[in-house]
């Protein structure tokens, strides 16, 4: 199983960043998908998840209407577009796929600075 990550970077406040997520080793449409983010210091925070097929989605409150969680099941790729970006949404952005078990990516790095 191997969730890879890729995207981040270093962006200016209001700059946009898509992160993807490329999975493999398991039935990756069966899997819910979920993009969680932490800043040093702070807990692991829920940003966004989405379905199986793609059909139900839930936002974090800090970034409903700014962010947008989408999947291609043919490509087994999880993405994350986040547009308004802010200082605070600097981060790790990891990704995990949830069914009968669960797993993670090991992050990249969303650096919001002028």
């Known amino acids: 199983v191997q969730l890879v990550e890729s995207g981040g970077g270093l962006v200016q406040p209001g700059g946009s960043l898509r992160l993807s997520c490329a999975a493999s080793?398991?039935?990756?449409?069966?899997?819910?998908m979920r993009w969680y983010r932490q800043n040093s210091g702070k807990d692991r925070e829920l940003v966004a998840a989405?379905?199986?097929?793609?059909?139900?989605?839930i936002y974090a409150d800090s970034v409903k209407g700014r962010f947008t969680i989408s999947r291609d099941n043919a490509k087994n790729t999880v993405y994350l577009q986040m547009n308004s970006l802010e200082p605070e949404d600097t981060a790790v952005y990891y990704c995990?796929?949830?069914?009968?078990?669960?797993?993670w990516g090991k992050g990249t790095l969303v650096t919001v600075s002028s």
């Open positions: 995990y796929a949830r069914y009968s078990a669960g797993y």
């Open positions: 989405i379905s199986g097929a793609g059909g139900s989605t």
């Open positions: 080793g398991f039935t990756f449409r069966l899997y819910e």
